[in-house]
């Protein structure tokens, strides 16, 4: 490998700047690609990875900073305007039009025509060609979404560097394809990196990176944390960028609790899923904190949703006090006094129209029938309550949950939980993107709960954060559980040396 | 009714302002071309008057308006209901026609639209078609079973029951204006005195985060369009008695674009979420009240689609900004 | 492949069953005539179907068919008969006031980001309303070029008639298919129908194709409608209500995806020729009352439906 410091810098970003309101998405991150370079973008969810490619890509306009493609100054206006000044960006949900044939997606609006008719022939000529330079020899008058996502993605790569990409910026591709789809795409980009096209590329599998990128940079928070040669970047430390603690740091102050004992309240035998997670063992005591930890992607929020319902699982079986039973949805499990704070908050917790009052009483109301409604004064009795207990930063109950800032979300979202008396509370990154003092808030209730005698199970990037309050932390990868931690193995260093493990 | 009234976000004017504002205006604009317009004279104890006329007239289509608000807050459509108008009122005139006894008439036509209802929940909830896609097919092929019941022909019965409820008084308001103030006041105690007015409101708003909530989202949609079939059901019962027969080919038709446009005109979005009952209804007399003023001035009552076309690009075009601004708040604030 | 045309394939065989029942039961069906019949009483209804084929498959829906179909009617018949003005001149203009209205539809649908079905119901209320504006009578059409127009045809072997309006639809068809499926127009089209988001990342112009589906609805809905005033010499405000549910149904059971993305303009033909053997069947039994063509159509709109939910659902559990 060449050092790429001898490569000309294609796209050069210094002081990317973007917020939005309530919180800084990008701070000042510079990020430099050369061509014919692999450039690995990491950092967990809320890094700033997303907001870099959609202000890059013209989705955002960016506060501050400059973006240079080739020495020139550059604005793309939109995805199209990005695309046509040379960089070109490959989702891992395809967007394309699975319902063209291969070649109308290769050349829509370019297509080659004559007396205002497209000359299909000579379009799917072309198409074929231009796709035989990437070892895919397929029909291109079959629809597109008759492929596999791993020939989709390839056209959307040959698409986009057809279109004149300098840059292509691959978000998160390999994330649904089998390891021998993964290693035919990492044959791709070597071919394009051989031919001076500089490649950024988004995942959180390890593996991947180490196996085919030049360099690494990792952002945390809106900020970034490091930019790397892949040669001088040992696994351990780039996880440690990604997850936010220096290993030399003194291992942190748990909060030593007697291992909670007696039998589970939950346990799962065997669970799982096809395609969401490999069948898992998990038990959860009355006042015990299990925590799930792993990189995105690693299967934590699958998990949770699988438990909770969301997602029927088709092997192996759930016990409630010991005995069987049956969680096919939501409701079935809310019904076993589960509750979920699910990690999105926006699409699949708060409803954001209605009420802070009306999202507070929400899970309670349903659990108690249509038919019995909880008198008006009680609800407001309910919402005052929990808005004083959690702190919840509101006028009033009545103002649309929509309007409260990320952290007072959250608490509501709790709260419409904590109100149904729940045995057995799934916390998904309960603290994500909110601010510093709510965060500590919410651990701090975390610990409270835990006391009260609730079973928790708490999904966290922030390891810190997790082995502090955890008795028990499950670390996962590539979706499956592959390691239990307990009593003293609980600490940050641990479940970040199991991450890194391979 | 303090809960209808309660606004979704701050905002300078009350909710129902603007279409209550409307209605008066027409009313106005009704008077200034026909000075009796208020003019209410009483006899054999029953009110008459122009006024009490867009009462009577407006009343088939503010009962349907109570069902499709409901259907619309969870972000639907129903598309079938002037066919299940004509199926209702085919039912009733035929068992009525054949003799039998009014309550059974009536039951089994209110048993037919809920099975109309049941169908296109189903349609919706459980195959997960898009509503207007599912209630299109009934929409269709309705009129077909309205008519194979009336086998073809326009049945007349003679029955002072049934026929009192399109042209009998009651209190000395018509028949028909007192059910639709009774089913408002059943549709408005069912939601807002059960949680499920905040079901609704919540599936129309963001399904999803309903059902992880433990929210049964399937059982309140099958009910809701159940309900509007319902609605349905009686306004068609009203229709068919009010001229003594049933007419499976007319009975009811376009009624449901009436209906779909009074619930917008009563400012409930059709994407769901917040609505209003007592609006939908407000929404529905201002169409009737303006098909009225057409008639007093005048002109042939088939104007009255011009301007009703106006109505809808107008309120459309005032809502979809004011819409769109309000949702920009919503999404920067969240 | 076969998934692909699995739908129009259903269609076809759905027809020719229908067909062999038909010819089963009366030998007749055989004859020229019968055909020939089938086309020229389903000539306004296939063409109005052709553009509503191209609404659908972008994802859209249009409402105000019918009504533009009667306002053209009427426009004629008021325009040739009270006003003298020569039909031919008549007909350019009917023609440029439906596409007119439909860019119009479509501007609104596109720019204020409406449903489209509320945008093309007060189309389907304004465009009746003018009817009533210009006449409520019913006014029939001496004029005659009319004579002379619904004279021509072609006599096929076997003495049936292939009537000009005949040869008019199956002209639009052939326009429609060429359109759909050779032009970057057509591409569009589609583009839309299976996501706007991406058609518009990829670069589709989509205020643009979208005025131009409306528009082409709406003349298509205004030729229907100068076919249908030769087929009934006459225009009337309160003509072809319905048609629009017919030819929504036409286009579904000819194997168009109402969601949008998938269809052909032929599977449309072979919907509206469906219906119109299904209307000839029960007028031929005789004892089969008119409603159970509605049952009929409702009947096969479901089947389509529910299928196509199927199709979608197994090809998203595939990948």
Known sequence: MQPTRERPELLEIRGLTKGFPGVLALDHVDFTLHAG??????????????????????????????????????????????????????????????????????????????FGLVRTGEMRRRAAELLSGYGLAIDVANPLG?????????????????????????????????????????????????????????????????????RITVLRNGRLVGSKPIAELPRIELVSMMLGRELADEALHRNQRPAVTGEPLVAFKNYGRRRLIEPFDLAVRPGEVVGLAGLLGSGRTETAKLIFGVERADSGQAFVDGKPVRIATPRDAARLRFGFTPEDRKTEGI??????????????????????????????????????????????????????????????????????????????????????????EIIRLIERLCEDGLALLVISSELEEIASYSDRVVVLRDRRHVRELSGAEVSADTIMTTIASH | MSSVIQASAPRTLPKGLPQVAALLIVFLVNWLVFRDFFALRLQDGRLFGSLIDVLNRGAPVAILALGMTLVIATRGIDLSVGAVMAI????????????????????????????????????????????????????????GFAQLITEGQIITFVSDGFAAIGSGSFLMLPMAVMIALVMLLITHLVVRYTALGLFIEAIGANVRSSAYAGVGTKAVTIAVYMWCSLCAAIAGLIVTADIRGADANNAGLWLELDAILAVVVGGTSLFGGRFSLVLAVIGALIIQAMNTGILLSGYPPEYNLIVKAIVVLAVLLAQSPVLTAVRAVLRRKA | MIRRHLPVLITLAVFIVGYLICLAQFPSFASTRVIGNLLTDNAFLGIVAVGMTFVILSGGIDLSVGSVIAFTGVFLAVAIERYGINPYLAFVLVLGIGALFGAGMGLLIHAFQIP??????????LARGLCFVLTTDSIPINAPAYGQITEIAFVMPGGGRLTFIAIVMLVTFAAGIVLAHFTRFGANVYALGGNRTSAELMGVPVGRT?????????LLAALAGIVFSFYTSAGYSLAATGVELDTIAAVVIGGTLLTGGYGTIIGTLVGVLIQGLIQTYITFEGTLSSWWTKIAIGALLFAFIVLQRGLSAASLRSR
């Open chain 3, 210 to 218: 979208t005025i131009g589906i409306y528009m082409l609805s709406s």
């Open chain 1, 146 to 214: 008759s492929f596999s996502v791993a020939v989709q993605q390839i056209i959307a790569i040959a698409r986009a560097v057809d279109l004149s990409a300098k840059v292509l910026i691959l978000d998160e591709p390999t994330a649904s394809l089998d390891a021998q789809e993964v290693e035919s795409l990492f044959e791709i980009l070597k071919g394009l990196k051989a031919r001076g096209i500089g490649i950024v590329f988004v995942t959180h599998f390890l593996d991947q990176v180490y196996a085919v990128c030049d």
């Open chain 2, 88 to 143: 209702a009122g085919a039912t009733a005139a035929a068992l009525t026609a054949e003799g039998y006894p009014l309550p059974v008439a009536l039951a089994a036509a209110a048993g037919v639209g809920l099975a109309c209802g049941l169908w296109n929940g189903i349609l919706v909830a459980v195959l997960e078609i898009q509503p207007f896609v599912a209630t299109l097919i009934l929409m269709v092929a309705g009129r």
């Open chain 1, 37 to 114: 370079e692999i450039h690995g973008l990491l950092g967990e969810n809320g890094a700033g990875k997303s907001t870099l490619i959609k202000v890059l890509t013209g989705v955002f306009r960016r506060d501050a900073g400059t973006v240079r493609l080739d020495g020139q100054e550059i604005t793309a206006r939109d995805p199209a305007d990005a695309l046509s000044l040379g960089i070109g960006t490959v989702y891992q949900e395809v967007n394309l039009l699975p319902n063209l044939s291969v070649a109308e997606n290769l050349f829509i609006g370019r297509q080659p025509h004559r």
């Open chain 3, 116 to 125: 489209a079905f509320i945008v093309t119901l007060a189309g389907m209320f």
């Open chain 1, 351 to 440: 409803v954001a129209e209605l009420s802070i009052r009306e999202n507070i009483v929400l899970a309670l109301q349903a659990q108690r029938g249509w038919l019995h409604q909880i008198p008006r004064g009680k609800q407001e009795e309910i919402a005052n309550r929990f808005i004083k207990l959690l702190d919840i930063r509101t006028p009033d109950a009545e103002k649309p949950i929509g309007l409260l800032s990320g952290g007072n979300q959250q608490k509501a979202l709790l709260a419409r939980w904590l109100a149904t008396e729940p045995r057995f509370l799934i916390l998904d990154e309960p603290t994500r993107g909110i601010d510093v003092g709510a965060h500590a």
